[in-house]
């Protein structure tokens, strides 16, 4: 998995967020398919540039959790826009549970014996 942070800064905000936050049906039917008629490149939502990351083995951020999964997180923040973050949680607020996680996040876990390696793109090398 990537993992992008994001940050709210509406002057420099990546628009292909708004996009799809505007697309996004706010109430799904069960059986159902939405097209949101047209298609984008994941590549277009991370940050500009080169950028280092950070990689550990953890687990998925939603139910059921599944552990073992290879996370890079990249060291470069994104910009994303007040409104495509109101709009996703008026999505998310539908979800079962949503209160529990008021800012969509699940609780920090302990490391666990794990080891976060960090890799500067420059070096190339982990430290």
Avoid at 36 to 47: F, H, Q, T, Y
Avoid at 58 to 69: A, K
């Amino acid at each position: 998995m990537i993992g992008v942070l994001l940050k709210i800064d509406n002057k420099n905000a990546n628009p292909l967020f708004d996009q799809i936050m505007s697309g996004a049906p706010v109430g799904v039917v069960a059986g159902t398919e939405n097209n949101l008629g047209g298609e984008i490149n994941a590549k277009d939502l991370l940050p500009k540039g080169k950028s280092s990351y950070y990689t550990y083995t953890g687990s998925l951020t939603t139910p059921p959790c599944t552990e073992g999964v290879n996370w890079y997180v990249l060291s470069n923040t994104g910009a994303i826009s007040s409104a495509a973050v109101s709009q996703y949680h008026q999505i998310i607020s539908l979800f079962p549970n949503y209160n529990l996680f008021p800012n969509n996040n699940r609780p920090i876990r302990d490391l666990n014996g794990r080891t976060v390696l960090f890799n500067a793109q420059n070096s190339g090398g982990h430290h």
